[in-house]
């Protein structure tokens, strides 16, 4: 164990330290105080999770910082959902269209599917420019792809799910009005409409068989898709450019819906204490929690002023704090903000003068990103000679020294440990919030499944938090699944359920009432 971390208190033994030892004595009490700032110990996450419970509950009553919004998606799937469906997702990098059936494999599904990039212009152009060019291509797919009559419906039209994956209100399924943009996206003109009629107009100009039924956030989709295949499923979370989760909850714990012609109408505290009642008498209802925007009142969080830094230069300063300190996008940037700071500093970069070319590759924002972080952390070579030619690469030739090599790696770590430690305290608040010690969180983004730590640390981090115990016997333990394709097969399934296409009349999903 290092010296400088023999303060920090875990509860468990076995908890990875995270710094090399025998480094210059200046790096070495640079590191410990980099150490310091980035760790959160047990006690922390306890009390995060809390904070994050309390929110979540705030969210579901009023609006509050962590929106709760409301999908109208009101049943699980039972795999019994049929029929063949248009899909698009507005990815950070393509946008993705799908054909995709539903078959008789319960669970099972078809796919079709082409992914056409996206200009990085687009993400922060005009409305008209963005749904253009997704009505362009959608237009392009169903020519090449949509050959028969099978996929339409009465009207001649083929049915669409469009997943849509920042903060929207709905008032009904096929109905969004953006709430703010995320993940660094700002096109002008989008914000407080209706991306629904945005894109609505848009394929109607272009006058194109298809009629937008659902539109899916990529972790509702995540939670229906992976529903779809695995019934342990109880969150569908993404940890990638951005992070959030959606969850079912009963519609008596949603007292916002009161007056929207729901369930929650009766008596919300009467319904805590009938647990039995039946379940016809207090549905479900998915709820996208958008809980990057945890704690915006900055009250819990153990902010460093790099997450400062990166929140003040974003193009919405005070927004997404949570997850501006865990989620893809920005761990990247944090390890370059940190690597400024300590060439500023002169503690980093001092054996050579760094070019014009390469001062400026590093002041460069986003510059490195997330893969960059966990190649960095994973170079198991003794010379770290791939992490060498990795800050080569990106910092237009750039060496490091070994020493600085080996900070770096260290540094890395400490980002990645601490982003996967407070995804956890979401889902945790999520579990306690319904009351589950058991079930599987389906998780798609890049962190996820291609972080090679992150599941391992994440389960570690639930199980200190909910204070469950390693292997424990039984019904208890909460495992991070790879979630199923949420932006396709679950955006298609969505689709299923609200027009209560079953393969049998009684096949339970019933039909999404989204129409309140
Ligand atoms: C968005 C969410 C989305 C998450 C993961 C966040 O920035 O606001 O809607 O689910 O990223 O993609």
């Not at 899909?87 to 008789?104: M, S």
């Not at 990085?120 to 050959?147: M, N, P, Q």
């Amino acid at each position: 164990m290092s010296a400088f971390t023999e303060n920090i208190q875990f509860d468990r033994e076995d908890i990875e330290f995270a710094v090399p030892v025998d480094l210059p004595q200046e790096l070495e009490e640079e590191l410990q105080r980099l150490e310091k700032s980035f760790t959160v110990d047990t006690a922390t996450l306890k009390k995060i999770s809390k904070r994050f419970g309390e929110e979540l509950k705030a969210g579901l009553e009023r609006d509050a910082d962590i929106p709760m919004n409301v999908t109208w998606v009101t049943a699980f799937p039972t795999g019994q959902e049929r029929g063949t469906y248009l899909t698009i997702d507005l990815g950070g990098t393509n946008l993705r269209i799908c054909l995709i059936t539903l078959n008789d494999e319960p669970g099972g599904s078809d796919v079709k599917q082409e992914k056409y990039p996206l200009a990085a212009e687009i993400k922060t152009g005009a409305a008209d420019d963005l749904f253009s060019h997704i009505a362009d291509r959608l237009g392009e797919f169903v020519k090449k792809h949509v050959k028969d009559d099978e996929a339409k419906d009465e009207e001649g039209k083929v049915p669409l799910g469009f997943t849509f994956s920042y903060p929207a209100t709905q008032h009904r399924i096929d109905h969004g009005i953006l709430q703010t943009w995320t993940k660094g996206w700002d096109v002008d003109g989008v914000e407080g409409n209706d991306v629904a009629d945005l894109l609505n107009k848009a394929i109607q100009k272009r006058n194109l068989p298809v009629k937008l039924v659902a539109l899916v956030n990529d972790t509702t989709g995540a939670l229906i898709a992976s529903a779809y295949n695995d019934p342990d499923t109880i969150i569908g979370a993404v940890f990638g450019t951005g992070c959030n989760a959606a969850y079912m909850e009963r519609v008596s714990q949603i007292p916002k819906l009161k007056g929207k012609g729901t369930t929650a109408d009766s008596d919300a505290s009467t319904a805590t204490s009938e647990q039995s009642r039946a379940q016809k008498d207090d549905p479900l209802m998915a709820i996208n929690c958008e809980y990057g925007a945890f704690d915006n009142s900055h009250e819990i969080l153990p902010r460093t002023r790099y997450d400062e830094l990166i929140d003040e230069q974003s193009p919405r300063p005070g927004e997404q704090t949570f997850e501006k300190m865990s989620a893809g996008l920005y761990l990247g940037e944090i390890l370059r903000l940190i690597l400024v700071d300590l060439r500023d500093n002169q503690l980093f970069f001092t054996s050579a003068k760094l070019t014009d070319e390469q001062n400026k590759a590093l002041e460069t924002p986003y510059i490195l990103d997330t893969e960059f972080l966990a190649n960095l952390e994973n170079d198991g070579s003794e010379s770290l000679s791939d992490s060498k030619s990795a800050f080569q690469k990106f910092l237009a030739d750039l060496t490091p020294s070994f020493d600085e090599l080996r900070f770096s790696q260290a540094l890395a770590k400490l980002i990645a440990i601490r982003g996967a430690r407070l995804c956890a305290c979401g889902a945790s608040a999520i579990c306690s919030r319904i009351g589950t010690r058991y079930g599987h969180v389906a998780a798609d983004g890049s962190m996820a499944v291609k972080h090679p730590r992150f599941k391992e640390r994440w389960e570690d981090a639930v199980r200190e938090i909910l204070d469950m115990r390693m292997g424990a016997l039984g019904h208890e333990g909460i495992e991070l699944t790879n979630a199923e394709d949420g932006s396709g097969v679950g955006a298609a399934v969505i689709c299923a359920l609200t027009l209560g296409r079953t393969s049998s009349k009684d096949g339970g999903g019933g039909k999404v009432d989204g129409t309140h």
